[in-house]
């Protein structure tokens, strides 16, 4: 069992589920929790005729259904391995992994606008604070299986990957510190620069971004100077383009850290219509990595 090879070799916890032993203690004991409160509630809405407790036990405790969630999302396995892994049935995997991944977004939130989006005192105050530092933005394509019909097909091809992908966009802080906001799944062709407007609308209008060639022509966004046809770079521009690819290296750390998780990197095997929850989830475990987001004990 996964689990018991965890609570054996805990140092081994982060090569395996993507988090630390730590903080993977902190990530079960709020979704134990959480889980307990959303049973609680669904009891008290109905009308019970059997004694609670009833109906077929199941083979796994909840530290392991959550532990399941967590090595599919970074592993990847099909759910059939899946469940020869933790010794349970195909469909009873594929059920447990379905059924806790909600949980896990709900308590993980994906960004840091997204954990204080709720208080809108602190939302202004940080959307303030961040207009200090020039964020960085990038994007990120994953392929997917081609669409049966034929209009989709043409939607979701991607010319620069040569195949059917879905496209997200992160913005990070400066040395990859923070997850400030994401945008997740759109179309494969669909361009950085229109992503980013969008994205942009939930900063303050004097927020400065750093970004590549791609996002060239938007606003308050620096980006890298582009060699006009028959003519050189000065050697000014040259050392700007070098000194601005050092400060965006960091947003690829960041990408790099989500595709990390298998399931953001291969090609996703899951139904389309839960492609952004599993991907905000992702984007929350690389949060509680990186130690941006900290969960209570």
Known sequence: MVFDYIEKYPHRTKQILGISYEQLQSLLNCARK?????????????????????GRP?????????????????????FQVLGMMFGVS?????????EWIPILRDILPSTLLEQVSNNESDLLFV??????????????????YRPSDQQEQQEYFSGKKRQHTLKSQVIGLPEA?????VEVGARGPTADIKMFRKSQE????????SGDK??????????PHKRKPKQELTQQQKDENKALSSNRIFIEHLIRLLKI?????????????????????????????????????
């Open 34 to 54: 959480r889980h307990q409160d959303i049973k609680a509630k669904q009891s008290s809405q109905k009308i019970r005729i059997n004694a609670p407790g009833g």
């Open 58 to 78: 199941t083979k796994l405790s909840m530290n392991e259904q959550v532990c399941l969630c967590l090595f599919y999302l970074r592993q990847m396995p099909t």
């Open 90 to 98: 195909k469909t009873e995997a594929n059920d447990t992994f379905h």
């Open 127 to 144: 959307q303030e604070v961040l207009t200090n530092f020039r964020l960085l933005v990038d994007s990120l394509e994953q392929p997917i």
């Open 177 to 181: 510190k923070d997850i400030v906001e």
């Open 202 to 209: 939930k900063f303050d209008k004097s927020q400065p971004f």
């Open 214 to 223: 791609a996002y060239q022509g938007g606003e308050n966004i620096t980006t």
């Open 261 to 297: 998780f298998r399931i953001a990197s291969q090609r996703f095997r899951l139904k389309t219509d839960i492609y952004e929850q599993i991907i905000l989830t992702v984007c929350g475990l690389v949060r509680l990595r990186i130690g941006s987001l900290v969960l209570p004990n």
